[in-house]
């Protein structure tokens, strides 16, 4: 009998990716295409529904060109989350650009609706702190701002989903209209207690239950498609999981207290704090649901970042002090160790653990000797101050925490992060031996397994004094107060 194939969709921020997946959790074939990043002069940041459509369609003829459908178990999904898109039901057209996670335009709507006992409800019903970075409030723009979404509201035409959601309605041509608790979970519309939408949430940003998908479990049968007609036979839809709860599900973090790093555009910091309800979800973090499946729920806090392989690319294409991300190694170990330059990169504020949406970037701490080695620095050191001031929550909050922190994502490749990243936090850091730990991941929610090798590879142990740590953390916090 010849190999079955999963064939997994990973749509990040920056791109789609296809995967063919074998019955070992390999992968055997793979093929990407960027989509732009539509960014206006107010830091709006938009991504166009039909290119990442159109990629897809692009990615598969070229992966039917080597391979059959009829050798495709089942597609998986995985997908950037909190990105808010908007379409027509009846059409299933595109009704705007989907606001993209990082985007914080619709931080005016959240401070008119923001009191304290309204943020204390949305907190403790959802989890997530009240934030445009989520997205109701995107939603909630696009009702008050786009003349197309107002006018498919009128005629209850209105779609609203995450990408998950609207891949699912393209895949399916429609006829499913679903999401799962990885990726409702980050709405903010979504009840934890029962997993469902909450209608007075809804109400409070304008978003009727019509507008928004069934959810389900994440491995859950979402319905079959014909890969946009390419396919002569109908492929069941198995597995949806958001990108970074499905990169958990591949480091094998099943048990309480371990953790891991997601180093994308951003970086998601999650802990997994396993079936049972958390008894405290008021903290300064995000409580969220790391899948459903059969029915079981395990839960994680999570702190977001929202600039990580950003920042880099910030460097690079708004800078122009570096050509590519790769030379931020060499540049940050040949910098003077007595530079005391911070880079806070506010760029649409600070989320978790501060919640500063007010807050602008800046370099501070400057000398007459800093220079581009030092700016670089101090670009990737900002990263690791965000991620130990979250682990400190993290203990806070949950208690013992593991000793060994799993990575993943482009930038795990940069060994003076990865040193840093041991150094600041005094954890072992071990290393994912693949890129592809989100499509890895809701891959093996359709196989029903858990990774059978050890997945993981460099391993960086820690080399600088708590002292030391200590004095550098302290200048970090000092500026992100004085900042304020």
């Known amino acids: 009998m010849a190999d079955k194939y999963i064939l997994a969709i990973d749509q990040s921020t920056q791109g789609t990716k296809l995967l063919l997946i074998n019955q070992k959790a390999e992968i055997v074939w793979k093929n990407s295409l960027n989509h732009r990043q539509i960014v206006n002069n107010q830091g709006w940041v938009s991504h166009d529904l039909n290119e990442i459509k159109a990629n897809i369609i692009t990615l598969l003829k070229k992966l039917l060109t080597e391979y059959s459908a009829t050798e495709f178990q089942a597609v998986a999904i995985t997908n950037q989350r909190e990105t808010a898109a908007a379409w027509s039901k009846s059409s299933g057209q595109a ?14 709507l959240v401070t008119k609706i923001m009191n304290p006992q309204k943020a204390s409800m949305v907190k403790q019903r959802t989890g ?5 970075y989520f997205s109701a409030a995107k939603f909630a723009w696009l009702l008050k701002n786009n003349a197309k979404v107002q006018a498919a509201a009128q005629d209850n035409d209105l779609a609203f989903g995450t990408i998950d959601t609207w891949l699912l309605f393209q895949l399916t041509s429609g006829k499913n209209y679903k999401t799962e608790a990885s990726n409702a979970c980050r709405t903010q519309l979504l009840n934890l207690h029962t997993c469902d939408w909450d209608s007075d949430i809804c109400q409070l940003f304008g978003i009727e239950r019509q507008q928004l998908p069934q959810v389900v479990d994440s491995n859950d049968h979402f319905g079959s498609t014909d890969l946009f007609g390419l396919s002569n036979v109908q492929i069941p839809i198995l597995s949806i999981l958001g990108d970074s709860q499905a990169a ?25 704090l396993g079936s049972k309800f958390p008894t405290n979800i008021d903290n300064q973090l995000n409580t969220s649901i790391a899948w459903s499946r059969n029915g079981q729920r395990q839960y994680v806090l999570e702190g ?14 708004n800078l122009q002090l570096i050509t590519s991300p ?4 060499a540049l940050a170990l040949a910098a003077s160790s007595q530079d005391e330059t ?28 800093s220079g581009k080695a030092e700016l670089v620095k101090a670009a990737l050191d900002s990263l690791n101050y965000q991620i130990a001031d979250i682990l400190d ?16 994502g482009g930038m795990i490749q940069n060994h003076y992060l990865m040193q840093t990243l041991s150094d600041f936090t005094q954890k072992n850091v071990v290393c994912a031996q693949t890129a592809e730990l989100s499509a890895l991941g809701t891959a093996l929610n359709v196989l029903n397994q858990k990774p059978k090798t050890n997945t993981e590879t460099h ?11 200590n004095k550098k953390r302290h200048t970090w916090s000092h500026w992100i107060k004085k900042l304020q």
């Not at 929550?393 to 993943?408: K, M, P, S, T, W």
């Open 95 to 108: 009704l705007a650009s989907a606001i993209v996670w990082q985007d914080s335009r619709a931080q005016n």
């Open 128 to 132: 997530l702190q009240l934030s445009p």
């Open 248 to 272: 958990l599900y591949a480091h094998g973090c099943y048990q309480p207290g371990s953790f891991k790093i997601t180093f994308g555009t951003g970086s998601s910091v999650m802990l997994n």
């Open 304 to 317: 977001n970042i929202n600039y990580a392989g950003a920042t880099i690319t910030w460097l690079k294409d």
């Open 326 to 329: 790769a030379e931020t190694e």
């Open 342 to 369: 911070y880079l806070i990169p506010a760029f649409s504020g600070l989320g978790a653990p501060y919640w500063l949406p007010n807050i602008q970037a800046a370099f501070v701490g400057m000398s007459r000797s």
């Open 393 to 408: 929550e993290f203990a806070r909050q949950y208690g013992q925490l593991d000793n060994l922190i799993h990575v993943d």
């Open 459 to 469: 391993n960086y142990q820690v080399q600088m004094s708590l002292e030391q740590v």
